[in-house]
């Protein structure tokens, strides 16, 4: 599986989050789309090749699936999993990508959701009740795009009490201090229980349509 990293790139959790998919016997990539420039240009270059949908991005994305599938112990499923903003690319990759599994978390969902969403392969989606970036409207849009498209997945109800990036540990700074508890307060944050759930279905999604 490929696996995409939030706006903050290659930070500790990504790693983990690869190390998690290899003890339970996945190949897992993860890929630094930050690689040209310094960091800020980095970072805009990366979102507007989120917007345009295509570029460096994308083509970073096709490579790591490329370079999964070429392996012998491959078996040529291939899963994408993302986290905010690389559950944003998680989404668009979804259809006509070659991907057989998409893992999205709290990514954004476009305008466009059901052209986007046409012969997409499964979905398993998990999001945050207070999440300022993904509104009720947002998750409506995506559940009837989903639906239209006839698109396997596995979608609940957000969980509650949960914001944006409750599946992102960072460590200590999640936990204690002030600045966590601001944090969470505008609807971010490290949510361990609805993080271990949500863990629980993608690996299950994963064993179903993956393994």
Known sequence: MVVVHDILGMACDVEAY???????????LAPDLYTDGGFLRCVWATFQSYRRRSGRAFDDIDAARAWLA???????????????????????MAAGRQFQVSAVNYGEVPAD?????????????????RDPYNKGEDLTRLRAALAAAGVANDFPEPYPGSGHSF?????????????????RVIGFGYDPSASQH?????LAFFDRYLR
């Open 70 to 92: 070429g392996r012998q112990d491959c078996n040529r499923k291939i899963a994408i999993i993302g986290f905010c903003l690389g559950g944003g690319f998680a989404l668009l």
């Open 167 to 183: 599946m992102n540990d960072y460590g200590p700074l999640n936990r204690y201090g002030p600045l966590a508890a601001v944090i």
């Open 113 to 129: 959701a059901k052209q986007v969403f046409k012969g997409a392969c499964p979905i398993v989606a998990s999001y945050g009740a």
């Open 198 to 202: 949500a863990w629980r279905r993608i």
């Open 18 to 28: 690869a190390d998690r998919f290899a003890r339970e016997g996945y190949l897992a």
